[in-house]
């Protein structure tokens, strides 16, 4: 009698896999995102800032000022309050409408006696109304950064992108898919500084593929709802997929080594944020992440 085949071992979801890392990597408190190439305006940080303190804004006020500077076009990621820029004798030019943040005073109370974890201190919350840079007069933005010059290439990451025969341009400051010109815009890579976590190049191609994600779900390819404005729950949802399926050719393409970086999970988790934590919409844009990735890979087969 011949001998009974050794069993095959299970073949591994890696998406499944990378889904998790990310989930377990949010739990923990990823921390706080950053952009991984140079603004115009010199600030290689992705978060808002405030330019007086020099402290970073926290919490879903970091979501809220990406929304008004992604609508009204602003490139430097520094705010204050009209007062704040007074002391810093810039003037915020007439009829400049301002953002809202959200901050938390502490007061004092009487402990609740039934309660002997109550230590007294409550948290109430106020709004506040700021101006971004480019809107007041008399500040000056720091220099611009000479260039760093050309990323290390990635050949299987160039090899698949060039592939899909997507369209790629480089200039400006911002990376983004245009649906109405079907066009994927890339900063110059000479402006990739990297992140804690990632190289300058993994930076370049981690980006690139973000926005190759959000390409594939155009309504003549696999026709994903992208939301009508940045910040609805749809772009949001949207936002979502991309990192996800980021992480995932990361992965796949040898971009990263298999795991995603912590720069995955802070990005998600703010999108999370803004989606009010719904537990589920991890799941459900890694299933379209899955789906996106699967379709970029079927234009890299051979004909």
């Not at 009698?1 to 949010?26: C, E, F, V, Y």
Request: one cysteine or more.
């Amino acid at each position: 009698m011949a001998p009974r085949p050794a069993k095959s071992q299970p073949r591994r979801d890696i998406h499944a896999d990378i889904t998790n890392q990310l989930i377990a990597a949010i739990e923990a408190d990823p921390g706080q995102p950053q952009m991984p190439w140079r603004r115009q305006a010199g600030k290689p940080l992705f978060l808002p800032e405030n330019a007086l303190t020099k402290k970073p804004y926290n919490g879903i006020n970091i979501v809220s000022l990406w929304v008004a500077a992604e609508t009204r076009g602003y490139s430097a990621p520094i705010w204050g309050t009209y007062r704040q820029w007074s002391e810093l004798g810039c003037q915020v030019r007439k009829g400049e409408k301002s953002s809202l943040v959200v901050f938390y005073k502490e007061y004092e109370a009487d402990p609740d006696p039934d309660n002997s974890d109550d230590d007294g201190r409550r948290r109430v919350a106020r709004a506040s109304y700021v101006f971004n840079a480019s809107q007041v007069e008399g500040y000056t933005l720091p220099d611009v950064p000479e260039p760093l010059g050309p990323i290390e290439r990635i050949a299987a990451a160039d090899w698949f992108v060039t592939a899909t025969s997507a369209n790629i341009e480089h200039g400006g400051d911002r990376a983004f898919y245009r649906p109405s010109t079907d066009h994927i815009q890339m900063p110059p890579e000479d402006l990739f500084c990297g992140t804690d976590t990632l190289s300058r190049s993994e930076s370049y191609y981690a980006v690139l593929v973000h926005e190759l994600t959000h390409w594939s779900g155009a309504k003549q390819r696999l026709d994903r709802d992208m939301g009508k404005r940045f910040g609805d729950n749809a772009y949001a949802a949207e936002e979502l997929v991309a990192e996800i399926g980021s992480a995932f050719l990361c992965a796949e393409l040898g971009i990263t080594e298999g795991e995603p970086r912590a720069d995955h999970a802070q990005y998600i988790a703010h999108w999370l944020k803004m989606m009010k934590d719904d537990n589920r919409a991890i799941f459900a844009a890694a299933a379209k992440a899955s789906e996106a990735v699967a379709y970029l890979k079927r234009l890299n087969a051979p004909v």
